[in-house]
């Protein structure tokens, strides 16, 4: 509140009911405690403490500046770096986001797994009843119903104006108020009730579907029920370890849990935190009366935690009964509520999935939409259980459609993942190109040498600070105009979702390669996985690929190179976690021989800046499995500039590929220090390698 000051003559008083001339048109934040601007139709107002002293006071002083669009005003130091591009900078040059070590638990962490092993019970229905994790168990919460009646007007209003979505939600609230809600009860304990705006969103991509979103981070007297919950450990599965065990072995299997998160109930006692207002049965001619969740809320911040323990407990609960690979298949291979896997046969993927349903069923939750590339697979389920593309499909005859396994496009058909690249119409400017380049979604990598190039133009822009919407440059345009207009050549590579082609026998050897490189331009790496069948045929694919730019800040390329060699040392370590492969052979390959000195010296000190990543290396591989590998008789980088998309993918020559380890069945060993390291490190496997 703005204290009052009699000395000062009030030239202008605006009530509140013209709220559009104070309406806040633009704000400028800085930091928690710092002034920020904001424009409204009265000009710019500089609110906070804008007096840089040792001194503190608990009064808010508000300056108003008046000014036209010439006139520049000052602003924190901190505020202007909001209107800088470093924050997307950042995010470029960010290293790569997966979890690629162990995972570690905080205190609040482990607090949540102590009330959820305390406080887990299975109802007489098979589904698991669960406590809100609360922070502390006498939580009090202020009185919000005030808030949640405003939210129901606008909602109210917004029926109103559009009968369809009115229309759309009764319907989605007829299925919550049957098996996820129950009216509720007159008396509650003071501080315990809290009640739930909602709201309801359509899919972008299907948007006849309507969803019922609930608000648990509304605030009243800046207190929300999100503020009180316990987040907990992040229990699910990683996506692009999914993934990846997705393209294992030839037979691949996709089911989907329905409505999960309306499948893993709150204890009675904590239920009255999630009180909401609906009309009476769902008639918009009956009052408006309170209702309250007896399941775990999409909106709320524990609900994921709760959800992915209830989903986890029922896999270990099941086990004994229907089979570890079931359970398996639950615990490790689902990302959220999809669940991905590959096996050898189909006898054995219906196994699988059969008895999935059946520990799925226990627990009150149902195993459906299952898709396979195999058609024996798909017969032995019943049309109510398969995927809804196949319903209606003679798999006798029909072609298997394109399906999406966790957002990445499986042709079932021909067993191949692909893109589809879907390009809005976009300003030709700083803006327009980042929602162009942050559109593109490749988790496993296949596209990195073109995204790579996307994010180059995008940090140029950057590095020259042009404004959000101003123009592209006469020297950028060009070539972001030609990016853009060959990365749709994308949607004509097609890449074999299995690692292994059909009929490639029983495997006798798995090694995994590791390629790491770096430019000016860019760093990352690329992991191939090497198969040799009992007949000794070789085949390679690309297992993951990572593309970054490089900092602003001036790097040499010895410092580049050994970034890079860092990013294969951390996707060793996840890839070796995430694949189930039995004596897995591993071996990292760089052009740089600094990068081999740096690893291989034992006895100089180095800066920080080396010593940190090459103990990182040591700590995360053998360094006698790093060697050279002899690029001269590759194209220069120059050579690959005038590549389409499609081209730039297929012939892998942004780092080396698959030419390298394998060209005719023949495995290329570049110096002879490989096979004396071989014999040394391993003797039983050095002639099997070494010999081909």
């Given at each position: 509140m703005?204290?009052?000051?009699?000395?000062?003559?009030?030239?202008?008083?605006i009530?509140?009911?013209?709220p559009?001339?104070?309406?806040p048109?633009q704000a400028i934040?800085g930091g928690?405690?710092?002034?920020?601007a904001?424009k409204?139709?009265l000009?710019w107002g500089?609110?906070?403490?804008v007096?840089?002293t040792?001194?503190?006071?608990g009064a808010v002083?508000?300056?108003?500046?008046?000014?036209c669009?010439?006139?520049?005003?000052?602003v924190?130091?901190?505020a202007k770096?909001i209107?800088?591009p470093?924050?997307?900078?950042?995010?470029?040059e960010?290293?790569?986001a997966?979890?690629?070590?162990?995972?570690?638990?905080?205190m609040e962490d482990?607090k949540?797994?102590r009330?959820?092993?305390?406080?887990i019970?299975k109802?007489?229905?098979g589904h698991?009843?669960?406590?809100?994790?609360?922070k502390t168990?006498n939580?009090?919460?202020p009185?919000?119903?005030k808030?949640?009646e405003?939210?129901?007007?606008?909602?109210?209003?917004?029926?109103?104006?559009?009968?369809?979505?009115?229309e759309?939600?009764?319907?989605f609230?007829?299925?919550?108020l049957?098996?996820?809600a129950?009216r509720?009860p007159?008396?509650y304990k003071?501080g315990?009730v809290n009640?739930v705006?909602?709201?309801g969103?359509?899919?972008?991509?299907k948007?006849?579907k309507?969803?019922v979103?609930?608000d648990?981070s509304?605030?009243?007297?800046?207190?929300?029920?999100n503020?009180?919950?316990i987040q907990?450990?992040?229990?699910?599965n990683?996506?692009?370890?999914?993934l990846?065990r997705f393209?294992?072995?030839e037979v691949?299997?996709?089911?989907?849990?329905k409505?999960?998160?309306?499948?893993?109930?709150v204890?009675e006692?904590?239920?009255?935190l999630?009180?909401?207002l609906?009309w009476?049965?769902g008639?918009?001619?009956?009052?408006?009366?309170?209702?309250?969740?007896?399941?775990?809320l999409?909106?709320?911040?524990?609900?994921?935690?709760?959800?992915n323990?209830g989903?986890k407990?029922?896999?270990?609960?099941g086990?004994?009964?229907?089979?570890?690979?079931?359970a398996?298949y639950i615990?490790?291979?689902f990302?959220?509520?999809?669940?991905?896997?590959?096996?050898?046969t189909?006898?054995?993927?219906?196994?699988?999935?059969?008895?999935s349903?059946?520990?799925?069923s226990?627990a009150?939750?149902?195993?459906h939409?299952?898709?396979s590339n195999?058609?024996e697979?798909?017969?032995?389920?019943p049309?109510k259980d398969?995927?809804?593309?196949?319903?209606?499909?003679?798999?006798e005859?029909d072609?298997?459609?394109?399906?999406?396994a966790?957002?990445?496009?499986?042709?079932?058909e021909?067993d191949?993942?692909?893109?589809r690249?879907?390009l809005?119409?976009?300003?030709?400017?700083?803006r327009?190109v980042l929602s162009?380049v942050?559109?593109?979604?490749?988790p496993?990598g296949?596209?990195s040498p073109?995204?790579?190039?996307?994010k180059?133009?995008?940090?140029?822009?950057?590095r020259?600070?042009l404004d959000?919407d101003s123009p592209?440059p006469?020297d950028?345009?060009?070539?972001?105009e030609?990016?853009?207009?060959?990365?749709?050549?994308?949607?004509?590579?097609?890449?074999?979702?299995?690692?292994?082609?059909?009929?490639?026998?029983k495997?006798k050897?798995?090694e995994?390669?590791?390629f790491?490189d770096a430019?000016?331009?860019?760093?990352?790496?690329?992991?191939y996985i090497?198969l040799?069948?009992?007949?000794?045929k070789?085949c390679?694919?690309?297992v993951?690929?990572?593309?970054?730019v490089?900092?602003l800040?001036?790097m040499?390329i010895?410092?580049?190179?050994l970034t890079a060699?860092t990013?294969?040392?951390k996707m060793?370590?996840?890839l070796?976690k995430?694949l189930?492969?039995a004596k897995?052979q591993e071996?990292?390959?760089?052009d740089?021989?600094?990068?081999?000195?740096?690893?291989r010296n034992?006895a100089?000190?180095?800066?920080?800046?080396v010593?940190?990543?090459?103990?990182?290396?040591?700590?995360?591989?053998n360094?006698?499995r790093?060697?050279?590998?002899?690029?001269?008789?590759?194209?220069a980088d120059?050579?690959?500039?005038?590549?389409t998309?499609?081209?730039l993918v297929?012939s892998?020559?942004?780092?080396v590929?698959?030419?390298?380890?394998?060209?005719?069945?023949?495995?290329?060993?570049?110096?002879?220090q490989y096979?004396?390291?071989?014999?040394?490190?391993d003797?039983?496997d050095m002639?099997?390698?070494?010999l081909q």
């Amino acid at each position: 509140m703005i204290p009052y000051d009699r000395n000062i003559d009030v030239s202008l008083l605006i009530g509140n009911d013209c709220p559009r001339a104070i309406r806040p048109r633009q704000a400028i934040t800085g930091g928690e405690d710092d002034p920020y601007a904001k424009k409204s139709l009265l000009g710019w107002g500089i609110i906070g403490k804008v007096c840089l002293t040792s001194e503190s006071s608990g009064a808010v002083v508000c300056n108003k500046a008046t000014s036209c669009e010439s006139v520049k005003f000052a602003v924190p130091s901190t505020a202007k770096e909001i209107l800088c591009p470093q924050k997307v900078i950042a995010i470029l040059e960010k290293d790569f986001a997966e979890n690629m070590g162990g995972q570690s638990f905080s205190m609040e962490d482990k607090k949540f797994l102590r009330i959820m092993e305390k406080g887990i019970r299975k109802r007489p229905d098979g589904h698991y009843e669960m406590p809100l994790p609360l922070k502390t168990p006498n939580t009090s919460l202020p009185y919000n119903r005030k808030v949640a009646e405003n939210r129901w007007k606008q909602l109210n209003a917004r029926f109103r104006r559009n009968p369809k979505f009115m229309e759309d939600y009764i319907e989605f609230m007829k299925d919550v108020l049957e098996t996820c809600a129950e009216r509720a009860p007159s008396n509650y304990k003071q501080g315990k009730v809290n009640y739930v705006p909602h709201t309801g969103v359509y899919h972008p991509k299907k948007p006849e579907k309507i969803r019922v979103v609930f608000d648990c981070s509304s605030k009243c007297e800046g207190i929300s029920l999100n503020d009180n919950l316990i987040q907990g450990p992040d229990l699910t599965n990683g996506l692009l370890g999914v993934l990846c065990r997705f393209r294992q072995v030839e037979v691949a299997v996709v089911g989907d849990i329905k409505g999960m998160f309306h499948q893993f109930f709150v204890s009675e006692e904590d239920r009255d935190l999630l009180r909401f207002l609906w009309w009476e049965d769902g008639d918009p001619n009956k009052n408006v009366i309170e209702y309250r969740m007896k399941v775990h809320l999409f909106g709320a911040t524990s609900s994921p935690g709760c959800v992915n323990y209830g989903f986890k407990k029922a896999a270990d609960d099941g086990e004994a009964e229907f089979g570890s690979d079931a359970a398996s298949y639950i615990r490790d291979d689902f990302y959220v509520d999809d669940g991905l896997k590959s096996v050898a046969t189909p006898d054995e993927a219906v196994s699988v999935m059969k008895a999935s349903q059946a520990i799925c069923s226990k627990a009150g939750l149902r195993l459906h939409k299952i898709m396979s590339n195999n058609k024996e697979v798909l017969q032995s389920f019943p049309i109510k259980d398969r995927a809804k593309g196949i319903a209606d499909l003679d798999l006798e005859v029909d072609p298997l459609p394109i399906e999406r396994a966790l957002g990445v496009f499986w042709c079932v058909e021909s067993d191949t993942l692909q893109f589809r690249i879907e390009l809005k119409d976009r300003p030709l400017t700083r803006r327009g190109v980042l929602s162009t380049v942050g559109s593109s979604y490749d988790p496993i990598g296949l596209a990195s040498p073109v995204t790579l190039r996307g994010k180059q133009i995008l940090q140029n822009l950057c590095r020259r600070k042009l404004d959000w919407d101003s123009p592209l440059p006469d020297d950028v345009r060009p070539q972001w105009e030609k990016w853009r207009s060959e990365i749709s050549e994308l949607e004509k590579l097609n890449v074999p979702r299995c690692y292994k082609p059909l009929n490639f026998g029983k495997v006798k050897r798995t090694e995994l390669h590791h390629f790491s490189d770096a430019s000016f331009d860019g760093y990352g790496q690329c992991s191939y996985i090497r198969l040799v069948n009992e007949e000794d045929k070789v085949c390679c694919s690309l297992v993951t690929a990572k593309s970054r730019v490089t900092p602003l800040r001036q790097m040499t390329i010895p410092r580049l190179e050994l970034t890079a060699a860092t990013v294969s040392a951390k996707m060793s370590t996840f890839l070796r976690k995430e694949l189930t492969v039995a004596k897995l052979q591993e071996f990292f390959w760089t052009d740089s021989q600094v990068v081999l000195g740096y690893i291989r010296n034992e006895a100089r000190r180095f800066h920080v800046f080396v010593a940190n990543r090459v103990q990182q290396i040591h700590d995360e591989t053998n360094p006698k499995r790093w060697f050279y590998v002899n690029t001269e008789d590759n194209p220069a980088d120059e050579a690959s500039r005038g590549m389409t998309a499609k081209e730039l993918v297929e012939s892998s020559r942004w780092l080396v590929g698959p030419k390298f380890l394998h060209e005719k069945g023949e495995f290329k060993i570049p110096t002879e220090q490989y096979k004396a390291s071989c014999e040394k490190d391993d003797p039983e496997d050095m002639c099997r390698l070494c010999l081909q």
